[in-house]
RNA sequence: GUCCCCAUCGUCUAGCCAGGUCCAGGACAUCGGCCUUUCACGCCGACAACACCGGUUCAAAUCCGGUUGGGGACGCCA
């Protein structure tokens, strides 16, 4: 790949969320573009009236934001660009390589089912190509495309691919309201735009030679092409609303880092040799088409969550802990000690692979405990009181209530009943936790701070004795 | 039906273009072990794949042909 001028683009379409096919595919666009030093445009398509709606462009500026992708151009919006449209149409209807043509919808649905009947292909017959018929109402226009030769192009992923003319058929450019279609739409665009590398899913394979004819047509340059393998459900079927959590923002909210997502995306379709963790410096630098593979994939969650546990623990508390406040908000946890919050992603880090998880995982330092019932039965038991009692009281006058110090306490207590940390390790958990799983019991306490952690401990203590009374 | 594309562990993939160094490497998941105050983290190990059939070749995961399987397209959707 040479250094000319590389402009790339990702041009969604405004009919449903972002979701991470649509986002790998920016990726890609993205990763070549600042790869190369390119420029990385925004396309809105809205000719499709009936279906965009402009909450879900705006879906996609935010997902594409949160991403980090972010674009040199647009968004444009091809429901302004009509007039580009209109003047190109004009043009290949006077030098003759596009005409209109008359035939009603239901008239072409016959045809087409005709001709399928017949095992033949379902394409437009040409009835009034050659027909010079005028503007009329309910006429469109079409491409007069080539009757026979072939169409070769260099996929940059897939290689040569070749089409038979005669597999295509006239299509329509300008539809009968006046508005226009995608393949018209986007080859005008892309040539306005000067775009030099075409990046797009597999399912465009078969537009482009039709895209191709039609910039014959307009007498512009073709772009490079790349088709991106398509990415699939864990059925094996094409990703749909179906699978679940598939839109960006779904990840997002699953306390997914923008970071871990790319990644995961990029890895999808593309290696670099064994490497699986890439920062996003290492991404645009690395990237390239030849290592794009063919075949369409399943996207790997437990591999992606993985993947964000290892961010997670790679990144820095006091980041961490501002993420995470907008995820323990939700949970019902605000107006929080900064300090603490970050004391508490401490000890979380290596427990959680999301967001939501470590909220969820940090409740116990911010609200009320209760006991889980089994955990209550098991561990906070009367022969403990001793022992429970005479930590209480040490605690109390600990010098130092950190990590450090409170694991010396703890060994002078075990030296003295002459037990192990074992036995108490657990009934501690609970009384400061309410659960039998919580991070190490000496972080718990620091985090908690010495009056909270000895509230909790004597809370515990006449719990037991109020079982003893009533038992 | 016609055309286009694809095919390595359960999943993502390396290797394929320039055939031997591959009885196929890494990661996730799974299973076992170590560490250990619980759960994790971390570390160690195990399981597990070249879709099939032919051809070319001294030699094929790698090249060629076919078969099967999967996906896509054939819209006044994008």
Redesign the pocket.
């Known amino acids: 790949m040479n250094t000319e001028n590389v402009v790339t683009r990702f041009p969604p379409?405004p009919?449903g969320t972002l979701h991470i096919g649509g986002a790998r595919t920016a990726l890609f666009n993205w990763l070549f573009a600042r790869h190369h030093n390119g420029r990385f445009i925004l396309r809105i398509?809205d000719?499709?009236k009936a279906?965009s709606t402009r909450e879900d462009t705006e879906i996609i500026v935010e997902s594409m934001k949160w991403l980090g992708l972010d674009w040199d151009e647009g968004p444009y919006f091809q429901s302004q660009r009509t007039e580009i449209y209109a003047e190109c149409i004009k043009k290949l209807l006077s030098a003759g390589k596009a005409y209109y043509c008359h035939?009603?919808?239901e008239e072409?649905d016959q045809r087409?089912k005709q001709a399928?009947d017949k095992?033949?292909?379902?394409?437009?017959d040409g009835k009034c190509r050659d027909l010079n018929l005028g503007k009329a109402p309910?006429a469109?226009v079409r491409l007069k495309s080539p009757l026979s030769g072939t169409i070769n192009f260099k996929d940059l992923v897939?290689?040569v691919?070749?089409?038979?003319t005669e597999?295509l058929?006239d299509l329509?450019l300008q539809?009968?309201?006046g508005?226009f279609?995608?393949?018209f739409a986007v080859v005008v665009d892309d040539s306005k735009m000067g775009i030099t590398y075409v990046i797009r899913g597999?399912?465009?394979?078969?537009?482009t030679p039709r895209q191709i004819l039609i910039y014959q047509a307009l007498g512009e340059p073709l772009p490079h092409y790349a088709h991106l393998?398509?990415i699939l459900g864990p059925d094996?079927?094409?990703l749909s609303k179906r699978h679940g959590a598939t839109s960006v923002l779904a990840y997002r909210d699953m306390g997914v880092l923008p970071h871990a997502l790319v990644n995961s995306l990029a890895?999808?379709?593309w290696?670099h040799?064994?490497q699986?963790e890439f920062s996003i410096q290492e991404l645009v630098d690395l990237f390239s088409l030849t290592?794009v593979?063919?075949?369409?994939?399943?996207f790997?969650m437990?591999?992606l969550l993985?993947l964000n546990?290892?961010y997670i623990?790679a990144e820095d508390d006091a980041r961490l802990a501002d993420l995470l406040l907008p995820f323990l908000a939700d949970l019902g946890c605000s107006g929080l000690d900064k300090e603490q919050v970050k004391g508490a992603v401490r000890t979380l880090k290596?427990?959680a692979n999301t967001l939501v998880d470590m909220a969820q995982g940090a409740l116990f330092y911010f609200k009320a405990i209760t006991y889980d019932k089994g955990a209550d039965e098991k561990f906070l038991r009367p022969e403990l009181l001793t022992i429970l009692e005479d930590l209480l009281a040490e605690l109390k006058i600990a010098p130092e209530f950190t990590q450090k110090g409170l694991e010396g306490v703890f060994s002078a207590l075990l030296e003295k009943h002459q037990i192990k940390?074992?036995k108490i390790?657990?009934p501690v958990?609970v009384a400061l936790t309410g659960k039998?799983?919580?991070?190490?019991?000496?972080e718990v306490m620091e985090v908690l701070g010495r009056e909270n952690a000895i509230k909790r401990l004597a809370n515990a203590i006449s719990h037991i004795k109020g079982k003893k009374a009533n038992g």
């Open positions: 379409s009919t398509e000719t499709d279906r035939c009603s919808q072409l087409r399928k095992g033949l292909k379902p394409k437009y309910g469109v897939k290689g691919i070749s089409v038979d597999e058929d329509i539809r009968s309201d508005s279609t995608y393949n597999d399912d465009h394979v078969n537009n393998p398509m094996r079927t094409p890895r999808l379709g290696s040799g064994d699986e290592h593979g063919k075949s369409a994939g399943i790997n437990e591999k993985d546990g290892k623990r290596p427990r940390l074992g390790a657990q958990r039998t799983v919580s991070p190490g019991i000496f």
